[in-house]
Nanobody, 120 residues
Framework: QVQLVESGGGLVQPGGSLRLSCSAS????????MGWYRQAPGKQREYVAG???????DYADSVKGRFTISRDNAKNMVYLQMNSLKPEDTAVYYC??????????????WGQGTQVTVSS
């Protein structure tokens, strides 16, 4: 079993930055892929970014160039640096541990989510 806990969300003005963190713990932690998804009110959960164990990163077009995902395997942490935030980035952000980029499976692990609100 793997437990994921996100932190770092909050209220930020448009153009500002936030850094989300996801701490992973459990008896086995070696997922091939760590990812971030988000869900805005009234919308489906959508992919934001992912990173595989080799370090390869992948981003949704809507955040490319503004967000950076990274992971520290020694600390069992994954991060999402979010710059140039826009109101449309407002959502609950979820950390995911799984097997494939951009693909949600029933066996994936999820955190409880952290709220990000971009507003003036």
């Amino acid at each position: 079993q793997v437990q994921l806990v996100e932190s770092g969300g909050g209220l930020v003005q448009p153009g500002g930055s936030l850094r989300l963190s996801c701490s992973a713990s459990g008896s086995i932690f070696s997922p091939n892929v760590m990812g971030w998804y988000r869900q805005a009110p009234g919308k489906q959960r959508e992919y934001v970014a992912g990173i595989i164990s080799s370090g390869y990163t992948d981003y949704a077009d809507s955040v490319k160039g503004r967000f950076t995902i990274s992971r520290d395997n020694a600390k069992n942490m994954v991060y999402l640096q979010m710059n140039s935030l826009k109101p449309e980035d407002t959502a609950v952000y979820y950390c995911q541990a799984g097997a494939s980029l951009r693909r949600v499976r029933a066996t994936d692990y999820w955190g409880q989510g952290t709220q990000v609100t971009v507003s003036s």
